[in-house]
């Protein structure tokens, strides 16, 4: 599960993604694509590593995408000009708020609207082609699919009226239409990037409804990335940064996957572990292990709200508070699960 960084060229991105990532770089390095897998900060695992003191704590992780050659003069024209993301799960749209760097006011509504527009634009053109040949298809008596042609006119309506294909969840998510990998229908988080000393967020207005935005002052919060823990708490003192804004933003990455993560607790290790949003019990058993899907019995689990109030499984139980699933049963985001197996 991989986010993609987009943007205008000079919005910020590599400055960003080196803060995500802690990684430290050069400036700009346009020649190669950049990926870097990171944690994300998890207060519950704090928690559960502080009840149970394991030898090893494991965080759940998401993966970022920066892509070379993304700014519009290198980009080809047609149809293709997205496919440096096309592949990701999700985007990061950086939009350039600040200005004190010779930049030129920032324009955060303009310039969010114009790579909007380009997304849009882009699987308009990819849908209308695809649309045109079904139809010519279909006039030749040639068999088509009908159920994709009609989802790929309503696409097409959307598109037509400057919408983006996320705005239409049935559209986006459609099965059918998955191989197309629309970018438009991908989730996507706007990312503020403001000057350091201006926290609020510019208004989208109506051009971004109830999207999920974020603000980060990207330039100071790559700076603190690269700080060492004693000069970063200063630091961050200094300039009013409370809990880090990557952290949150590295959060919110993980949910716009859509995922949610569950836990396995014990001596060895506390560990965060990720699934998609309603996946099974016995589905989420593989992402530990083939063999505990396979001889999968029953799922102990304890809600983490419940055995932080506890203070034990043991206590839990006690309670009540621990129950006993099945197969089917559908994981919550905090469960704190055993699995029970036989192979
Ligand atoms: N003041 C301020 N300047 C920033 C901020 N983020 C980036 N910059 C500056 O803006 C310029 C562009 O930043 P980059 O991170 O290189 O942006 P980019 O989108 O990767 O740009 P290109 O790859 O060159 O298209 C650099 O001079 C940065 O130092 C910020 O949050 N505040
Ligand atoms: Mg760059």
């Not at 003069?73 to 010779?102: P, Q, T, W």
């Not at 790929?152 to 191989?179: F, H, I, M, N, Q």
């Not at 926290?199 to 409804?209: H, I, K, N």
């Not at 859509?258 to 593989?286: P, Q, Y």
Request: aromatic residues 8%; neutral net charge; contains cysteine.
């Amino acid at each position: 599960m991989k986010l993609g960084i987009m943007g205008l060229a000079g919005s910020g991105r590599s400055t960003i993604f080196e803060a995500l990532t802690q990684n430290h770089g050069a400036e700009s390095r346009k020649v190669e694509d950049r990926t870097a897998s990171v944690k994300v900060p998890d207060l519950r695992v704090d928690d559960l590593a502080a009840l149970y003191q394991p030898s090893k704590i494991t965080y759940a992780q998401v993966e970022y995408l920066l892509p070379a050659f993304t700014t519009g003069a290198e980009r080809k024209e047609g149809a293709d000009v997205f496919n440096y993301v096309r592949n990701c799960d999700a985007l990061l749209h950086i939009v350039r708020n600040f200005s004190n760097n010779g930049s030129g006011p920032a324009t955060p509504r303009e310039d969010f609207l114009k790579l909007e527009r380009e997304l849009i634009f882009s699987d308009f053109l990819a849908v209308d082609k695809r649309v045109e040949r079904m139809n010519a298809e279909r006039a030749k008596n040639k068999k088509i699919d009908e159920q994709e042609l009609e989802l790929l006119t309503e696409c097409r309506k959307v598109l037509e009226k400057d919408a983006p294909l996320r705005s239409r969840p049935e559209l986006a998510g459609a099965p059918k239409l998955r191989g197309y990998a629309f970018i438009s229908a991908k989730p996507m988080l706007a990312l503020f990037n403001n000057d350091d000393s201006d926290t609020t967020a510019p208004s989208l207005g109506d051009c971004f409804p109830s999207g999920p935005c974020e603000v980060v002052r990207g330039k100071l919060e790559r700076e603190l990335a690269q700080m060492q823990a004693e000069g970063a708490a200063e630091f961050s003192r200094e300039f009013g940064i409370e809990q880090s804004a990557m952290d949150r933003v590295i959060r919110r990455s993980h949910q716009l996957l859509g995922l949610i993560s569950f836990f396995t607790v014990g001596e060895d290790e506390v560990r965060a572990w990720t699934v998609k949003r309603n996946s099974t019990a016995v589905d989420s058993a593989e992402a530990i292990h083939s063999d505990i899907k396979k001889g999968f019995i029953r799922a102990e689990i304890v809600s983490y709200d419940h055995l932080i109030r506890c203070g034990s499984e043991q206590e839990a139980k006690r309670k009540g508070l621990s129950r006993l699933e099945g197969k089917t049963y559908l994981v919550q985001d905090g469960d704190i699960i055993c699995f029970r197996f036989n192979v």
